[in-house]
């Protein structure tokens, strides 16, 4: 999944409010089918289904608030929310800064999307990512040159306009593209192993809070809806929960 660089917002910890009565969740609704905004201008897509369950069942009064991605974890430390639910990996950089539910998606591979035709080395090419991603990260550290966009969306369109050579980007996001491109776009063989699973984040103060969406996962693990989620929104895949 998705992992932000850190910048420093350790400081404002120390004033961030903790949960009120009514759970703010955070999203970027522009990663599908993670996150969207559908066509009546509500957030929607396999994050809004699993957010509105798990507060149905730890019995909380929720709303949804959309937020930039290159600023979602500073602006759920200032407080502008009380959870983040974005797609976004379990890393030890972010656990630095916020906390993190147990997972509720599992790790998934990162996978390299280009066109039609391109060989496998283009993955030491122009490969582009979405900024401050884990797969930005990773590009930065290998022997590709990596040039990075603000949404998602973007990456797409560089490929397919040919400024970059591929794309890499979770799987689960990518698959659509390639099913519904009618050959013109194609996976790679190289995947990368990145991150540790999507959880929800939290500011480090909202034990509470912590508490009551874990015991909500679970029950959501163990009666098997989550699994279905997962296969509904991501063409019959298994959750392994």
């Given at each position: 999944?998705?992992?932000?660089?850190?910048?420093?917002?350790?400081?404002?910890?120390?004033?961030?409010?903790?949960?009120?009565?009514?759970?703010?969740?955070?999203t970027?609704?522009?990663?599908?089918?993670?996150?969207?905004?559908?066509?009546?201008?509500?957030?929607?897509?396999?994050?809004?289904?699993?957010?509105?369950?798990?507060?149905?069942?730890?019995?909380?009064?929720?709303?949804?608030?959309?937020?930039?991605?290159?600023?979602?974890?500073?602006?759920?430390?200032?407080?502008?929310?009380?959870?983040?639910?974005?797609?976004?990996?379990?890393?030890?950089?972010?656990d630095?800064?916020?906390?993190?539910t147990?997972?509720?998606?599992?790790?998934?591979?990162?996978?390299?999307?280009?066109?039609?035709?391109?060989?496998?080395?283009?993955?030491?090419?122009?490969?582009?990512?979405?900024?401050?991603t884990?797969?930005?990260?990773?590009?930065?550290?290998?022997?590709?040159?990596?040039?990075?966009?603000?949404?998602?969306?973007?990456?797409?369109?560089?490929?397919?306009s040919?400024?970059?050579?591929?794309?890499?980007?979770?799987?689960?996001?990518?698959?659509?593209?390639?099913?519904?491109?009618?050959?013109?776009?194609?996976?790679?063989?190289p995947?990368?192993?990145?991150g540790?699973?999507?959880?929800?984040?939290?500011?480090?103060?909202?034990?509470e809070?912590?508490?009551?969406?874990?015991a909500?996962?679970?029950?959501?693990?163990?009666?098997?809806?989550?699994?279905?989620?997962?296969?509904?929104?991501?063409?019959?895949?298994?959750?392994?929960?």
């Amino acid at each position: 999944m998705k992992n932000l660089t850190i910048s420093v917002v350790a400081a404002a910890l120390l004033s961030a409010p903790a949960f009120a009565d009514t759970v703010r969740l955070g999203t970027e609704g522009a990663y599908a089918p993670f996150n969207f905004v559908n066509d009546n201008g509500e957030i929607d897509g396999f994050e809004r289904e699993v957010g509105d369950k798990l507060c149905e069942l730890a019995e909380l009064d929720c709303t949804w608030v959309k937020n930039d991605w290159d600023s979602i974890i500073p602006n759920l430390v200032s407080g502008n929310y009380d959870v983040i639910i974005a797609g976004m990996s379990i890393t030890d950089e972010r656990d630095e800064v916020i906390d993190f539910t147990q997972d509720y998606y599992p790790p998934d591979p990162s996978t390299y999307m280009a066109l039609a035709g391109t060989k496998d080395d283009a993955v030491n090419g122009i490969v582009a990512a979405q900024v401050s991603t884990i797969q930005a990260g990773y590009i930065a550290e290998s022997e590709a040159t990596l040039v990075e966009f603000a949404t998602p969306d973007e990456t797409i369109a560089a490929v397919k306009s040919g400024e970059a050579d591929a794309v890499l980007a979770d799987d689960g996001f990518l698959r659509k593209y390639v099913e519904e491109s009618g050959g013109e776009l194609i996976f790679l063989t190289p995947t990368v192993s990145l991150g540790g699973g999507v959880g929800l984040g939290l500011r480090e103060s909202d034990t509470e809070l912590k508490d009551k969406l874990n015991a909500a996962i679970d029950t959501m693990k163990k009666d098997g809806s989550l699994n279905e989620l997962i296969a509904k929104w991501f063409d019959g895949k298994e959750g392994g929960y």
